[in-house]
């Protein structure tokens, strides 16, 4: 049985990466998966060797072929995109506008338009010292990272089954979109980062709901906490509102990012290893 741990924030700069590198160095044995694919970061802090790239293909896109093409303009008029143009000398071309909806090829009587694979970025597989990691670069401004999220859980699936590791920590994108979705659907628990401050409280609430919605434990680890009684009385109400537990906090401390800084994890400082010890119990271990 392999249990898999997603770890979520509301909003960017909660410290939901520090905290995900800090639980895999802790581990004895991992597949750790950096579903944030449109900016990739546990690789900058988990020391890695890259084993495999693979391509990965988005959604598919228009092409026309000349030689096939009378000139009719169906294509043109089906676009609701802008994507196509007409050059001076009467052909058309697809552009970069091009959402891949097929419409121009089902409309075209001479059935010169294809729909092809775009290359939409890479996947990695990459060794660590205590495990495998499964990561991925979108190429900027290219869609379905919900698609790419999936195929690299997949693989993630595969390896731990294949090695016969019992744990895949999931350090998710965060907010709530789409993507979200596609790094905690399926996960046995996730561990919500929230920053105490009153957009962190604001953003939490959001991400709380959406995990309700899907029936998943959680817990939340208060993080750059000290300031405020009143919001870390609130991140506590309303992880108990939806049924979520906070397991800990982590006072703001300007060695962090000076740690940070020199890629080094909070695992790396002895004061806080007991600390992760004990998160780490209770996602790997409480139902």
Same mark, same amino acid.
């Given at each position: 049985m392999i249990r898999q741990i997603a770890v979520l924030s509301g909003k960017g700069g909660a410290g939901k990466t520090s905290?995900? $590198?800090?639980?895999?160095?802790?581990?004895?044995?991992?597949?750790?998966?950096? $579903?944030d694919v449109n900016a990739s970061n546990l690789p900058i802090l988990l020391p890695h060797q890259r084993q495999a790239t693979f391509p990965y293909y988005g959604m598919d896109i228009a092409n026309i072929q000349d030689e096939k093409c009378t000139g009719c303009g169906h294509c043109l008029a089906a676009c609701h995109f802008a994507a196509i143009q007409q050059t001076p000398a009467g052909h058309y071309r697809i552009g970069a506008e091009c959402e891949g909806c097929g419409a121009c090829a089902f409309v075209c009587p001479a059935e010169a338009v294809m729909m092809i694979r775009r290359n939409s970025g890479s996947w990695y597989i990459?060794?660590?010292?205590? !495990?495998?990691?499964?990561?991925? +670069? =979108?190429?900027?401004?290219?869609?379905?990272?919900?698609?790419?999220?999936?195929?690299? &859980?997949?693989?993630?699936?595969?390896? $731990?089954?294949?090695?016969?590791?019992?744990?895949?920590?999931?350090? !998710?994108?965060?907010?709530?979109?789409?993507?979200?979705?596609?790094?905690?659907?399926?996960?046995?628990?996730?561990? $919500?980062?929230?920053?105490?401050?009153?957009?962190?409280?604001?953003?939490? &609430? &959001?991400?709380?709901? =959406?995990?309700?919605?899907f029936s998943i434990p959680h817990y939340v680890l208060i993080n750059k906490a000290g300031f405020s009684q009143q919001i870390d009385y609130d991140i506590v109400q309303t992880a108990a509102h939806f049924n979520g537990r906070v397991? !800990?906090?982590?006072?703001?401390?300007?060695?962090?990012?000076?740690?940070?800084?020199?890629?080094?994890?909070?695992?790396? =400082?002895?004061?806080?290893? +007991?600390f992760f010890n004990q998160v780490l119990k209770q996602l790997l271990f409480d139902p």
């Open positions: 905290m995900t $590198a800090a639980l895999i160095k802790m581990m004895k044995t991992v597949i750790a998966v950096d $579903a990459s060794s660590l010292s205590n !495990g495998t990691m499964i990561h991925a +670069d =979108l190429t900027p401004g290219e869609d379905n990272s919900g698609k790419l999220i999936t195929e690299i &859980r997949r693989k993630a699936a595969e390896v $731990a089954k294949d090695q016969h590791i019992p744990y895949i920590v999931i350090d !998710g994108p965060p907010g709530t979109s789409c993507q979200a979705i596609s790094a905690m659907t399926g996960t046995d628990v996730v561990l $919500a980062v929230v920053e105490e401050s009153l957009s962190g409280l604001s953003d939490y &609430r &959001r991400l709380a709901e =959406l995990i309700h919605k397991v !800990g906090r982590i006072a703001f401390n300007k060695d962090i990012p000076a740690a940070l800084q020199n890629l080094q994890t909070l695992a790396d =400082l002895e004061i806080y290893q +007991d």
